[in-house]
C-alpha cells in the first residue's frame, strides 16, 4: 500500500499514467470497432458451433459410424430425438440452412423431417426416417452432418479457395460449375493492380507538378486534387453514370462529333470499364498526396546538377528524380492497392455483372445468403493478402527508405 | 630568341619555312591557320584561346522590367579564378546560372571559348558545378554519384573506377567511396561535391557559394583547398560569394556586385587599395566614410579639398568632380594616425574618444570627429594603447593617398 502511494507521488509515474489516459479512448475507440469485429470474424470463419451444440449425441453416435453403409439404429434415434428437440426450441432452422450449405436439399428434408417425426410413436427410427424422407438412407447425407459437425473447421476457408474436403478426407477442387472465388481473388487483384498503375500514371506528373510550383499555386492545385475527397461518394459515382451511361454526355458527344454511330454507342458503365474509370477516380488522391509529400522532399537543384553532370532530361529523371520519388510510389501505390482490393460501393454501383470484385461477394454473403462464415473466410484470405503485400511493400521499400535517410 | 622560345612552346610549327619566317622577325604576320596552336583554332584567334568566358553586356530580367543583372561585361581568362562578390539580391548568381545554362539572358551574349553558348543547353555545356547544397544524389553512394557524369558520358567502368579514385585522392577522400552522403560531414559533402564537379576534366568549374554551409574553421580549411585544388588542375573557375574574405582568400580577380550592376573588377588588393566607389570601399574591408562637399581642386596628381563636418580633408580624387560637388571620402580604420607628430600629416583634426574594444590582435577605437560620431581607428596591439581612455580630446592624421574620395551616397542606403 505504501510503496503504491510512493509510487503515485512519483512524478515520472504520474506522467506516465497521464499519457495512458489520454491514448485510453483511442485504445478503447480501436478495440471495440476494430480489433473485436476483426477477431469475431476470423473466429466465425473457423468456429461454427451450431450444429454440434444441437445434435451432440448423433454427431458423438456418427463417430463410431463406418461411413460406406446406414449408421446404426441409435444414430437415427438420436437424430430423430434431437431434431425433435431443436424444432421445439426453434433452432432447427440454423442447423437446416447450415447442413444445407455442404449438401443442397437438405434444409427441405430436414423440417419436412421433423415435422412428420410428430405423428412417429414407435418402431424402428431408422426406417421411420428413411420412410419420410429418402435422403436419411443416403450416406453422404450423414457425411454433411458429420461435416458440419465439426466445432472447429476449414471448410469455410477451403469453399473460399474453391476447394472441398471428400469423406474420405481429401482435399480436391470444387467441380468446375463451383469454382467462382478463385476467379473473384484473381480478377479483384488484376483490377485493383491495373486501377494501381492507373492512378501512378495518372498521379505521379499532377504530384511532380504541385511540388514544383509556388506555394499559392501548389494549394489551389491541392484543392483540386481534394475536392473528390470532399464531395460524397456517390455524387461522384453518379456522376460518372452520368458522362458514361449509353445515353450519357460522352456518348452523345461522340455521336454528335461522328466519331460512332448512334447505334454503336459504348457501353461504358455498368461493366469492367465502368468500375476502373469510376474507382481510379476515386483512389487518385490517395496517390497523389503520398507522392506529392515525397517530392516535395527532393531538391531542384537535383535535376540542375543532373544536368550539368551531362545527363539528358530521361536519364536525369531515371537515376535521379525516379529513385528519389519511389517511398511516394511505393506508398502511394500500397495505399491504392489496398483500398481498391477491399472496394465494395463503386463496384456494387456501377460495376454491372462482370465489374463486381471479392468485396461484393463478402456483401452477398453477409447480407444475402447469410453465410457468415464463408464471408469470414473470404474476409480472411483477403485480409492475409494485403498482410503479404505489406510485408513485401517492408522489404522493398522499407528498408530500401531507411538507407535513404 | 625568347620570343621564338615563346612561339615554339605554343605552337607546333609544321616546317622550317614557317621558322625561317619568324626568325626573319615577322612573327605577328597572320599565318592563315598555318601555325597549329595547341587548342583550336589559329593564331587569328589568340584572343579566344585566352579569353575562356565573355559576358558582353548581359541583362536579365524575369518580368521584363526590373533588371537583375543589368549589362554585365565580363572577360575571364583561361585558367583564372574570378569571384562574384556582392550582397544577397546583387545579381551574381543569376550571373553564374546564365553560364551554367539554367538561366537565358535577357539581352547580350555569352560567350565561352569564343563560341555563342545561348542554345547550348546545360548539359551539352561541360562546366562543372558545385552547387550551394551541394546537391549530391542521397540515393547513391559517393562512388556512384562521382562516377555518374562519367556514366551518362558513356565511359567504361574500368576507366570510371580509376578517374572517381583519382578524383577522390585529389579532395583526399580516399575509401569514402562505398559511404552515402547522409554519412559524411558537411565538410566531406562539400568536398565530394566539389569532386563531382571535376571528374569529368571539365576545363571551366563554376561555384554557387559552395562555403555557406559551413562553420567558419571549416569554411577557411576549404578556402585554402579549393585554392589548392585550382592551382593544382589548372581550370578555369568562376565563384559566387557574400563572403568578401573568402573572395580575397581565393581568387586572382574579383567583380563586386551590386543590384545587377558591376562596381568594380580587380584584383584583391586592387579592390582594397583603390576602391573605385564608396559601396566598394564598404564592401570589401572597414572603412570610414564622410559625406562632404569639393572645396577646391588642386593642380598635382586629381587632389582635391573637400569640406565636411567643419574640416577640410585634402583627398584622392577618384571620381571626377567639380568645386561644389558633393562626394564621400573614405578613409581605413588602420590607416589613421593617433596623436601624429607635428606637421607630420597634411590632413589633421581633432577628435574625442568616444570608447575603446580590445580585440586581442588589435585596438579599435571609435572617435567624434569631422562631423560624425563612430570614426573607427584601428591600431595593432604592439605599441598598447598610450594610455587613452574614454573622453580624451586627440589629434588624428592621415596621408592624402589614404583619403579617397568616391562618388557621393546618400547616407544609410540599402546594402
Known amino acids: 500500500m505504501a510503496g503504491s502511494l510512493t509510487s503515485l507521488r512519483?512524478?515520472?509515474?504520474?506522467?506516465?499514467?497521464?499519457?495512458?489516459?489520454?491514448?485510453?479512448?483511442?485504445?478503447?475507440?480501436?478495440?471495440?470497432?476494430?480489433?473485436?469485429?476483426?477477431g469475431t470474424?476470423?473466429?466465425?470463419?473457423?468456429?461454427?458451433?451450431?450444429?454440434?451444440?444441437?445434435?451432440?449425441?448423433?454427431?458423438?453416435?456418427?463417430?463410431?459410424?463406418?461411413?460406406?453403409?446406414?449408421?446404426?439404429?441409435?444414430?437415427?434415434?438420436?437424430?430423430?430425438?434431437?431434431?425433435?428437440?431443436?424444432?421445439?426450441?426453434?433452432?432447427l432452422g440454423l442447423v437446416a440452412s447450415r447442413i444445407n450449405r455442404v449438401r443442397g436439399g437438405l434444409r427441405g428434408a430436414i423440417t419436412h423431417t421433423s415435422r412428420e417425426l410428430r405423428n412417429v410413436q414407435q418402431g424402428s427410427r431408422r426406417e421411420s426416417m428413411i420412410a419420410i424422407d429418402s435422403v436419411w438412407s443416403d450416406p453422404a447425407t450423414w457425411h454433411?452432418?458429420?461435416?458440419?459437425?465439426?466445432?472447429?473447421?476449414?471448410?469455410?476457408?477451403?469453399?473460399?479457395?474453391?476447394?472441398?474436403?471428400?469423406?474420405?478426407?481429401?482435399?480436391?477442387?470444387?467441380?468446375?460449375?463451383?469454382?467462382?472465388?478463385?476467379?473473384?481473388?484473381?480478377?479483384?487483384?488484376?483490377?485493383?493492380?491495373?486501377?494501381?498503375?492507373?492512378?501512378?500514371v495518372l498521379g505521379y506528373p499532377i504530384a511532380h507538378l504541385i511540388a514544383r510550383s509556388p506555394p499559392q499555386r501548389a494549394n489551389l492545385l491541392l484543392i483540386l486534387v481534394l475536392v473528390p475527397f470532399w464531395t460524397s461518394l456517390l455524387v461522384r459515382t453518379t456522376s460518372w453514370i452520368v458522362l458514361l451511361q449509353t445515353q450519357g454526355v460522352l456518348n452523345d458527344l461522340l455521336v454528335a462529333i461522328g466519331l460512332i454511330g448512334d447505334d454503336g454507342r459504348l457501353s461504358m458503365i455498368y461493366n469492367m470499364t465502368g468500375t476502373i474509370v469510376a474507382m481510379t477516380h476515386v483512389l487518385l488522391p490517395f496517390m497523389v498526396l503520398p507522392l506529392y509529400s515525397v517530392m516535395r522532399g527532393i531538391s531542384e537543384t537535383h535535376m540542375n546538377a543532373a544536368a550539368s553532370l551531362g545527363a539528358t532530361p530521361l536519364q536525369a529523371f531515371l537515376r535521379v528524380y525516379w529513385p528519389q520519388s519511389l517511398p511516394g510510389v511505393g506508398a502511394g501505390a500500397l495505399l491504392v492497392f489496398i483500398l481498391a482490393i477491399g472496394y465494395y460501393i463503386t463496384p456494387a454501383l456501377v460495376g454491372g455483372s462482370d465489374g463486381q470484385l471479392i468485396s461484393n461477394m463478402i456483401a452477398?454473403?453477409?447480407?444475402?445468403?447469410?453465410?457468415?462464415?464463408?464471408?469470414?473466410?473470404?474476409?480472411?484470405?483477403?485480409?492475409?493478402?494485403?498482410?503479404?503485400?505489406?510485408?513485401?511493400?517492408?522489404?522493398?521499400?522499407?528498408i530500401e527508405r531507411i538507407g535513404l535517410r | 630568341m625568347a620570343i621564338i622560345v615563346w612561339i615554339s612552346r605554343n605552337y607546333y610549327l609544321r616546317s622550317p619555312v614557317e621558322a625561317c619566317l619568324i626568325l626573319e622577325g615577322q612573327?605577328?604576320?597572320?599565318?592563315?591557320?598555318?601555325?597549329?596552336?595547341?587548342?583550336?583554332?589559329?593564331?587569328?584567334?589568340?584572343?579566344?584561346?585566352?579569353?575562356?568566358?565573355?559576358?558582353?553586356?548581359?541583362?536579365?530580367?524575369?518580368?521584363?522590367?526590373?533588371?537583375?543583372?543589368?549589362?554585365?561585361?565580363?572577360?575571364?581568362?583561361?585558367?583564372?579564378?574570378?569571384?562574384?562578390?556582392?550582397?544577397?539580391?546583387?545579381?551574381?548568381?543569376?550571373?553564374?546560372?546564365?553560364l551554367a545554362g539554367f538561366q537565358t539572358p535577357s539581352e547580350g551574349e555569352i560567350l565561352l571559348e569564343g563560341r555563342l553558348i545561348h542554345d547550348l543547353p546545360a548539359r551539352k555545356r561541360g562546366?562543372?558545378?558545385?552547387?550551394?547544397?551541394?546537391?549530391?544524389?542521397?540515393?547513391?553512394?559517393?562512388?556512384?554519384?562521382?562516377?555518374?557524369?562519367?556514366?551518362?558520358?558513356?565511359?567504361?567502368?574500368?576507366?570510371?573506377?580509376?578517374?572517381?579514385?583519382?578524383?577522390?585522392?585529389?579532395?583526399?577522400?580516399?575509401?569514402?567511396?562505398?559511404?552515402?552522403?547522409?554519412?559524411?560531414?558537411?565538410?566531406?559533402?562539400?568536398?565530394?561535391?566539389?569532386?563531382?564537379?571535376?571528374?569529368?576534366?571539365?576545363?571551366?568549374?563554376?561555384?554557387?557559394?559552395?562555403?555557406?554551409?559551413?562553420?567558419?574553421?571549416?569554411?577557411?580549411?576549404?578556402?585554402?583547398?579549393?585554392?589548392?585544388?585550382?592551382?593544382?588542375?589548372?581550370?578555369?573557375?568562376?565563384?559566387?560569394?557574400?563572403?568578401?574574405q573568402e573572395a580575397m582568400v581565393m581568387s586572382d580577380r574579383i567583380a563586386v556586385l551590386r543590384a545587377g550592376i558591376v562596381e568594380q573588377i580587380s584584383v584583391p588588393e586592387g579592390l582594397y587599395e583603390a576602391?573605385?566607389?564608396a559601396f566598394v570601399a564598404r564592401f570589401i574591408g572597414e572603412s570610414n566614410q564622410l559625406l562632404g562637399q569639393v572645396h577646391r581642386l588642386l593642380e598635382e596628381d586629381n587632389v582635391c579639398e573637400v569640406k565636411t563636418g567643419g574640416e577640410i580633408i585634402r583627398a584622392l580624387k577618384v571620381e571626377s568632380c567639380g568645386v561644389g560637388d558633393h562626394v564621400t571620402l573614405s578613409i581605413r580604420p588602420e590607416r589613421?594616425?593617433?596623436?601624429?607628430?607635428?606637421?607630420?600629416?597634411?590632413?589633421?583634426?581633432?577628435?574625442?574618444?568616444?570608447?575603446?574594444?580590445?580585440?586581442?590582435?588589435?585596438?579599435?577605437?571609435?572617435?567624434?570627429?569631422?562631423?560624425?560620431?563612430?570614426?573607427?581607428?584601428?591600431?595593432?596591439?604592439?605599441?598598447?594603447?598610450?594610455?587613452?581612455?574614454?573622453?580624451?580630446?586627440?589629434?588624428?592624421?592621415?596621408?592624402?593617398?589614404?583619403c579617397r574620395a568616391l562618388n557621393y551616397e546618400h547616407p544609410n542606403p540599402e546594402n
Open chain 2, 127 to 244: 562546366i562543372g558545378m558545385v552547387f550551394q547544397n551541394y546537391a549530391l544524389f542521397p540515393h547513391m553512394t559517393v562512388g556512384a554519384n562521382l562516377a555518374f557524369p562519367l556514366e551518362v558520358r558513356g565511359i567504361s567502368s574500368e576507366e570510371r573506377k580509376e578517374r572517381v579514385e583519382r578524383v577522390l585522392r585529389l579532395v583526399r577522400l580516399e575509401g569514402f567511396a562505398d559511404r552515402h552522403p547522409s554519412q559524411l560531414s558537411g565538410g566531406q559533402q562539400q568536398r565530394v561535391a566539389i569532386a563531382r564537379a571535376l571528374v569529368f576534366d571539365p576545363t571551366l568549374v563554376l561555384m554557387d557559394e559552395p562555403l555557406g554551409a559551413l562553420d567558419r574553421n571549416l569554411r577557411e580549411e576549404m578556402q585554402y583547398e579549393i585554392r589548392r585544388i585550382h592551382r593544382t588542375l589548372e581550370v578555369t573557375m568562376v565563384y559566387v560569394t557574400h563572403d568578401q
Open chain 1, 41 to 91: 470474424m476470423l473466429t466465425r470463419s473457423v468456429y461454427d458451433p451450431v450444429v454440434a451444440d444441437v445434435l451432440p449425441n448423433t454427431l458423438r453416435l456418427l463417430d463410431s459410424w463406418d461411413g460406406v453403409g446406414l449408421p446404426s439404429e441409435a444414430v437415427y434415434a438420436a437424430a430423430s430425438e434431437e431434431i425433435s428437440q431443436a424444432e421445439a426450441e426453434r433452432s
Open chain 2, 275 to 277: 576602391p573605385q566607389s
Open chain 2, 336 to 402: 589613421v594616425k593617433i596623436n601624429p607628430g607635428p606637421n607630420q600629416y597634411v590632413n589633421e583634426v581633432n577628435a574625442t574618444v568616444r570608447d575603446l574594444t580590445f580585440l586581442g590582435d588589435q585596438l579599435r577605437i571609435r572617435l567624434a570627429t569631422c562631423g560624425i560620431e563612430d570614426f573607427i581607428v584601428t591600431i595593432p596591439n604592439i605599441v598598447g594603447h598610450g594610455g587613452l581612455v574614454e573622453g580624451d580630446s586627440i589629434r588624428i592624421g592621415w596621408t592624402t593617398v589614404d
Open chain 1, 364 to 398: 452477398y454473403h453477409m447480407q444475402t445468403s447469410l453465410n457468415w462464415g464463408l464471408a469470414a473466410a473470404l474476409g480472411g484470405v483477403l485480409l492475409a493478402g494485403v498482410l503479404v503485400l505489406y510485408v513485401v511493400y517492408e522489404r522493398l521499400i522499407g
Open chain 1, 144 to 200: 454433411a452432418i458429420q461435416v458440419t459437425g465439426e466445432r472447429f473447421t476449414s471448410r469455410h476457408y477451403l469453399n473460399a479457395l474453391d476447394l472441398q474436403r471428400l469423406p474420405d478426407g481429401s482435399v480436391v477442387s470444387q467441380p468446375d460449375e463451383r469454382r467462382i472465388y478463385v476467379h473473384l481473388f484473381w480478377r479483384t487483384l488484376m483490377i485493383s493492380a491495373l486501377i494501381t498503375l492507373l492512378c501512378l
Open chain 1, 10 to 38: 512519483d512524478p515520472r509515474y504520474r506522467a506516465r499514467l497521464r499519457a495512458l489516459a489520454l491514448v485510453a479512448p483511442l485504445v478503447i475507440f480501436i478495440g471495440v470497432t476494430f480489433i473485436a469485429p476483426l
Open chain 2, 27 to 98: 612573327i605577328l604576320i597572320k599565318t592563315g591557320g598555318q601555325a597549329s596552336p595547341d587548342s583550336p583554332g589559329g593564331a587569328s584567334e589568340q584572343h579566344h584561346k585566352n579569353t575562356h568566358v565573355e559576358f558582353k553586356g548581359v541583362s536579365k530580367s524575369y518580368d521584363g522590367h526590373n533588371r537583375v543583372v543589368k549589362d554585365f561585361d565580363l572577360k575571364i581568362q583561361t585558367g583564372e579564378f574570378v569571384t562574384l562578390l556582392g550582397p544577397s539580391g546583387s545579381g551574381k548568381t543569376t550571373v553564374l546560372m546564365m
